[in-house]
């Protein structure tokens, strides 16, 4: 089946780094490729290096998979599991709020701006969403990190650019071509839930390259929607 495909590409590929080393070092451009070293680029790579990773990106995915269903009119229950995965997310990965917040926002300004239709309970899913993991973030940041000089100090340095495009193209593989014709079909269908994977796709390539110094952080679970 498709759900059963999906997992199996998700939960074992990887890049093309591996072609590289045979020339020498798997670099591209000067950069590593980042199926070699970055853990957020490959789930099967999280899976199997840090338990805090595997689980933000998990509660990431529980988060837009709970916001769609109710978008969907499922009922409370979806938005409700949405607003605790976020709630979760928090504590762990904050940054992945970012994606989370602006592909679902842009995704309902699209839907009004196309169908001049408001979805209420998406709305009112995405700002429960924001209104349970804001306070955590805002907690970790001034009432943790900044009386903290030792932990300030960290996040001062703790400076992770993304590598060159080239190098994220090779890191993702064959997963790419593939993309390529799900987008195509996505664009020429009628079915939203593939727009909305177009939307998550599109938001997280460019946060890659935000002018911000946890750029590569944004690839982690950007493979899912590949």
């Not at 804001?134 to 030792?150: C, H, R, T, W």
Request: with cysteine; aromatic share 16%; proline share 6%.
């Amino acid at each position: 089946s498709q759900r059963q495909t999906a997992f199996l590409l998700l939960a074992f590929s990887s890049g093309l780094g591996w072609l590289l080393v045979p020339f020498g070092e798997a670099t591209v451009l000067g950069d590593p490729a980042p199926d070699f070293w970055m853990p957020e680029a490959s789930v099967f790579f999280t899976s199997f290096t840090f338990p805090h990773f595997a689980a933000a990106t998990s509660l990431m995915l529980l988060t837009f998979i709970g916001w769609h269903l109710a978008l969907r009119g499922k009922g409370i229950a979806p938005a409700l599991g949405a607003a605790l995965s976020a709630f979760l997310l928090a504590w762990i990965h904050p940054f992945l709020l970012v994606p989370i917040y602006l592909v679902t926002a842009a995704y309902l300004a699209w839907q009004w701006f196309r169908h001049r239709e408001v979805s209420w309970l998406g709305v009112g899913t995405l700002m429960l969403c924001v209104l349970v993991s804001l306070p955590v973030v805002a907690y970790i940041q001034f009432g943790v990190i900044a009386p903290n000089a030792a932990f300030q100090g960290w996040i001062d340095q703790n400076t992770l650019l993304s590598p060159n495009i080239l190098a994220y193209l090779v890191g993702f593989g064959l997963l790419l071509p593939l993309a390529l014709v799900g987008a195509v079909q996505g664009l020429c269908g009628r079915n939203r839930l593939h727009l909305f994977i177009l939307f998550w796709i599109g938001i997280g390539s460019l946060l890659l390259y935000a002018p911000v110094a946890l750029q590569r952080r944004f690839a982690e679970g950007l493979e899912i929607p590949f």
